[in-house]
């Protein structure tokens, strides 16, 4: 049989199965896996991983389980090496994970949990998959007994290149079980990618195999799809949920756990959805929704009722939007979190008349503000030009300044961060939002009534002798042009529009302000005096401080003198996905009196292009992409998400 090339994630090992036999350089077993680029070195796959750099650096399982073994595993432990000394000549591994198996009991859930931390894997949470019948041709080469035999689950399979195959373990696999099925594998393939996965133990192995290898009864076993791991898709898992679990059958501190859970795994938002079969929990991290749990099909009945008791809302079922807040204090670390509740009806099948409720808590810790500037990730030139607008405002200059970007995407918590750089006390700030997300100390803020709009609080403020003004959100034409009007009179007014980029606000202002006694021409030319910055952000992600390393940018990259970036490898820190939390990226244009003039010459049908080919010639000007590449080489942003901004030519052009 020729060579068979394989790439394993998410250990990024590039190995080449041979059928020579040779020697483990670490262990001295027999072995045909060799190191691409290295053919001459033998090594096990497993030694690989658990010993990189010679047994010397060998990190045992009590490194994995942390506090988990006690002094019984211990004397199990010295029986399994006792009784099989071979163990520790080369492989300690093996009796660890016996000994840890005995010592579980029959806690299936508890030794994959530490196995999937011993080895850097992932968890397939097994009760949310819905795995497709195999292919013919693999099921022949490895068979429904031997997948049960060497608890080696091949649970999807791409047939189409770059083939791929994914392999739930059941347990600590053997060396000749691994190479074993990648030699079956590879009478389909030569060169494929082969995806570890650790399977948590929910739904027994001899059920999966039914459904993978005969297909019956598919109907309880889902998802959509395996992402890769760094996608982070985490799931509550052993004593985490049945924590969730206990809250919601006795009622008692069930909103207090929910958002705990959530704030353990940075989480921004928690979605609780009735499906009519189940209850869907889902949390959005770094920017992306994962389902955490699934729980009985009554259960978000117990959950609004309790989100309902603790945020001031009335318990009756809702028949429209139903708003509330509660603040969680956590007495440890003594972080406190605002929760924003928002519940309408939802179509629940099954239901009580078929009528459920959507619940979404937004968090938002209180003290984010009040962080360096650093820490939050305000840095860099195109922070520099936003800061430089705002300080300009406290020194008498007046006029628009305006960020874009999605939801969640830290405009607020930028402008309160740089808001309290000021000297507050010989300032005076008045804000008005919807609802009030910061309380800062030093500046007067209100928030909307039905009485008492985005509108109707800036006219009010101008009687209040602001030297800043700071707006919420511009959604209509009449907050629009309260808006204008202030910056107009002599004020510095800061807020936010929605807009995919910082010179679509400057269309998305003139549509809201146009109406039909005015042409464009001449609205554009007010906004354009008005205007001294405009800006879109978004959130991306920052590599594990812990674990993070070197990586070579793209060839792109280089051109412009970036060579070296920075990408988290995984580690029990980051939950094995490489990731800390987020930092913002900018893109910020500021204009003068002379960027202005010239402005005023462009057609409306050219302002993007033509405005950002001025400000660029002015210095003026910050693309997402610099700010996403400045950051990614100072360790502030993971290179991996450069792609996010650049596209395809951005991508890392090794592993990650």
Known sequence: MPPIEVLIEPWTADVVWQEEVGRCDVCGHDTHIRQAGLEAVARCLLCAVLAPYGQVSYQGLPAAAEELLDD???????????????????????????????????????????????????????????????????????????????????IFTSLSPPHRVLVGLAGLPE??????????????????????????????????????????????????????????VEVLQGEELDLLRQAVR?????????????????????????LGDVTRVRLRIGGTLQTVARLNPDDWEAIALAVKSVAGIRTERALAEQKGAFTVR??????????????????????????????????????????????????????????????????????????????????????????????????????????????LPGIKQVSVLPTFSFSA????????????????????????????????????VLTTVHANTAFQVIR????LLTDPMETRASVFATVLAALRLVSTQRLLR???????????????????????????????????????????????????EGTQEDALRLSLDTIETELRRLCEMQGTYVSMLDDALWKATRRLLDARCLELVGGPLWALSVPS
């Open 542 to 592: 920052r590599p594990c401080p812990n674990c993070s390393r070197r990586v070579k940018l793209p060839p792109i990259a280089q051109k412009d003198g970036y060579e070296w970036g920075y990408a988290g490898e995984g580690c029990s820190t980051c939950r094995h996905t490489g990731y800390g939390d987020r930092v913002p990226v900018f893109e910020v244009a500021a204009f003068d």
């Open 72 to 154: 019984r595993y211990y004397l199990i432990l010295a029986e399994e090496t006792r009784d099989d000394r071979s163990s520790l000549l080369g492989r300690p591994y093996r009796a660890e994970w016996r000994a840890l198996v005995r010592r579980a009991e029959g806690k299936v859930g508890w030794t994959r949990r530490v196995l999937a931390r011993w080895l850097r894997l992932p968890v397939i949470p097994t009760r949310v998959l819905r795995p497709r019948p195999l292919p013919e041709r693999l099921r022949s080469h490895w068979d429904a007994s031997r997948a049960l035999q060497t608890g080696l689950l091949p």
């Open 250 to 274: 006795t009622g008692r501190d069930t909103a207090r756990v929910l958002v705990r859970l959530a704030l353990d795994r940075g989480a921004s938002d928690i979605h609780v959805e009735p």
């Open 330 to 439: 956590d007495e440890k670390t003594g972080r406190t979190t605002d929760c924003r509740v928002s519940i309408i009806p939802a179509v629940v099948p099954g239901a009580r008349g078929d009528v459920g409720e959507f619940v979404e808590i937004r968090l938002l810790e209180k003290g984010v503000v009040d962080h360096p500037l650093l820490q939050i990730g305000l840095v860099g030139k195109a922070y520099a030009l936003l800061q430089g607008a705002v300080q300009a405002g406290a020194r008498g200059t007046w006029g628009l300044v305006i960020l874009s970007g999605p939801t969640g995407s830290g405009k607020t918590t930028t402008l309160y961060a740089t808001l309290r750089q000021l000297d507050l006390d010989h300032l005076n700030v008045c804000a008005v939002e919807d609802p009030v997300e910061y309380h």
């Open 457 to 492: 609080a800036i006219r009010a403020f101008l009687r209040q002798d602001p030297d800043i003004i700071l707006v919420g959100e511009v959604r209509d034409r009449e907050t629009a042009r309260a808006a204008l009007e202030a910056a107009l009179t002599g004020h510095m």
């Open 175 to 232: 060396e000749a079980d691994l190479e074993a099925f990648i030699a079956a594998y590879a009478l389909r393939e030569s060169t494929f990618l082969l995806e570890l996965r650790v399977l948590d133990g929910e739904v027994p192995e001899e059920r999966l195999i039914d459904l993978l290898y005969w297909g019956s009864d598919g109907r309880a076993i889902v998802p959509a799809e395996i992402r890769p791991a760094r996608l982070a």
């Open 508 to 511: 998305r202002l003139v549509d």
